[in-house]
């Protein structure tokens, strides 16, 4: 089985500095593990691959998601046409640009062509022709993937818009795709609307973690994303099953608009500030009780957020709400279930476990597994 990875690509918002936080509060041995908004991918790549469990990366940006499937599948050719496309200039990083903004009309004239050698032609001489024209759409997609991904290393931290000035040399980044491509082999690859991927694999044995874009700073994202999509993902998540992690920038909005969900805070230092020492509130998100999860501070002085602690600063009144959510549901079950002459309904028996929150004695996988004398990867210019 493939081991893990490092991101391959810098992202804005990339969670791989963070990954000894955010494990912390995770569940041992889910069944599934989803990630709705996938980005750079950092905290995916990171954990052991097991038989036991379905790992699903999704993200709406389409051109992010064609890399990531060229990088499985077409890892070779991807470096090969990486290694033939330098990027030196802001010339060549707008032109890049501009020829990611037309596969959807050359797809499309790809798709006229077929059409007509449908149309034309049959027999032997048709799978010849058609047999060239998917050749020339999968390299198309590997021209694309290239180009993109060439656009994030040339950008300033990752957000692809805009062109960083200190030179890339892309062949000190190239040996991340093997083990990528290794780790993204049983990994289901989704493009969907981060809402309906969560609606359909939301369940008890689910462990979903989201990194949405952050509040007040979506203009730093490709993917709009309006105050009114923040409160529907609050919305879907506070009716989950499963376990469900939310990373977030540490504001008044965010801090209210979760207030039935526990919160976790931490301060870290701040790559995109020009201010020497500057630092950035980050919060950690959970519909269940994390603290059976997280791992003791070993220290003479009490945990500060300040001071870089993970802290918990907010504990809901109602308690976990996946707890109350199965709560309910075995009880709707149990009503169902019941003789007609008891007092329950007749029904479908749809039998769900009531979960734990308590620590499940699992092999605990999910603890940082980089070498602890091994520095912070300089190539990955996100958070």
Known sequence: ????????????????????????????????????????????????????????????????????????????????????????SRAEFDLLKEFMKHKELLQQRIADERNAVMECFSGEEREELLQILRGRSRLFDVQRAAAYYKVCRGSFSGTTSSFGVRPNNLTNFLYLFDDASKRLQDVIIENKDCLDIIHERDGPDSLIYCDPPYFDAESLYAVDFPKEKHEELHHILSQCAGYIVVSYNDCPFIRSLYGDFYILAFRRSNPLSQKAGATYGELIITNYDPRPYIQPQFSMFPAEIENGDLVLVHEPTCGSLREIYLRRREHETDKNDAPAGAGGSTGHSGKMPLGSDGSDGGDGNWSAQYPADQPPDERSSGA
Request: proline letters at 9%.
């Open 1 to 88: 089985m493939a081991g893990i990875a490092r991101p391959f690509i810098p992202w804005i918002g990339s969670k791989e500095k963070l990954i000894p936080y955010i494990w912390q509060v995770f569940p041992s041995n889910p069944k599934l593990y989803l990630e709705p908004f996938g980005g750079g991918g950092a905290l995916l790549l990171g954990i052991q691959p097991k038989i036991s469990r379905m790992d699903i990366y999704n993200d709406f940006n389409c051109d992010l998601v064609n890399l990531f499937l060229c990088a499985r599948e077409c890892t070779v050719q991807l470096v090969q046409e990486l290694k033939f496309l330098p990027l030196h």
